[in-house]
DNA sequence: ATATACTCTACTAACATAATAGAGATTATC
DNA sequence: GATAATCTCTATTATGTTAGTAGAGTATAT
């Protein structure tokens, strides 16, 4: 698994929305702002992330973004998922990877397989509340933030 | 992490070496047959290792590769490593990475570091050894393959 | 000598990443 | 109903990485 720019921003942005769940909506510039993420590029991700259920948006004056779900119902790893693919450190499984003639011979495959365990043991027991709880008692001045 | 071809193809390599160890020297042909990888890629990925000191050559008639380390005194890690770059998910701790402008209020980051450990204790703890017994035990036929 | 093998540098096609650009659609408010 | 603020959508582009390919050169056992 590799985290991109793109998945980096998209989970600051919805721990962002999480910290400020229940407020009036963010907008673009403001979670661009906050998060010192390209706004057009932020644009595309939320987009993506509306169209997953992640996020909900009202659109004219008062608009902005919203999380669609509690944060206590959204995982880190279904994001990390959604945005950058499978936590697999090689797609062996795929058919479109030419490089495995011997799945049964290979011994490769379950440490990968074992990798691919803790890292998802790790992403899915974390949900973007309990960050959102680290976040504000790292930085309390978040809790009372608009 | 994420392992590329040219990481499998290097992880291949050097289970066969370890498996044929104290053998003559196995030519790049051979390699590429065996693991099936196109000849002209592994030539340089054969270089790659041997400038790590992973492998090493001989030249002219009966001559080709060679384990330059017993397998007992290769990880997993190390190749993995050298072949496809650090175990972290993301770099953020890296200079170049321009999406960090808050290191110590990031939750994220201890998330990361878990990761990494976890794959590390993995990757880390298993020797081309080990790995050359599974594989013998999987198809015992390599055991005196030539 | 010669065949067999490794050595080294350069090049390239395809894809992924990280944006940027610009026109369009919706809605609160005056 | 005009306007400003905001989200929506598609297209384009620059850069880097990946996965090779090409070809000329060097060493060595026989």
Same mark, same amino acid.
């Given at each position: 698994?590799?985290?991109?720019?793109?998945?980096?921003?998209? *989970?600051?942005?919805?721990?962002?929305?999480? !910290?400020?769940?229940?407020?009036?909506?963010?907008?673009?510039?403001? @979670? /661009? #702002? &906050?998060?010192?993420?390209?706004?057009?590029?932020?644009?595309?991700?939320? *987009?993506?992330?509306?169209?997953?259920?992640? !996020?909900?948006?009202?659109?004219?004056?008062?608009?902005?973004?919203? @999380? /669609? #779900? &509690?944060?206590?119902?959204?995982?880190?790893?279904?994001?990390?998922?959604f945005i950058d693919g499978p936590v697999e450190?090689?797609?062996?499984?795929?058919?479109?990877?030419?490089?495995?003639?011997?799945? /049964?011979?290979?011994?490769?495959?379950?440490?990968?397989?074992?990798?691919?365990?803790?890292?998802?043991?790790?992403?899915?027991?974390?949900?973007?509340?309990?960050?959102?709880?680290?976040?504000?008692?790292?930085?309390?001045?978040?809790?009372?933030?608009?």
């Open positions: 698994m590799r985290i991109t720019y793109k998945g980096d921003y998209a *989970l600051k942005t919805i721990l962002d929305l999480a !910290v400020h769940y229940g407020d009036t909506p963010a907008t673009i510039h403001n @979670l /661009a #702002r &906050r998060a010192d993420i390209p706004v057009k590029f932020l644009e595309q991700i939320l *987009l993506d992330l509306k169209r997953a259920g992640f !996020v909900q948006s009202r659109r004219g004056k008062v608009g902005g973004y919203l @999380l /669609a #779900r &509690r944060p206590s119902e959204i995982t880190l790893g279904e994001v990390v998922r450190p090689i797609i062996c499984v795929d058919k479109k990877y030419k490089g495995c003639n011997d799945m /049964a011979g290979c011994v490769f495959r379950s440490i990968w397989h074992k990798i691919s365990d803790s890292t998802s043991k790790i992403i899915d027991g974390i949900t973007f509340e309990d960050l959102a709880r680290r976040s504000r008692s790292l930085d309390p001045a978040l809790t009372y933030q608009i």
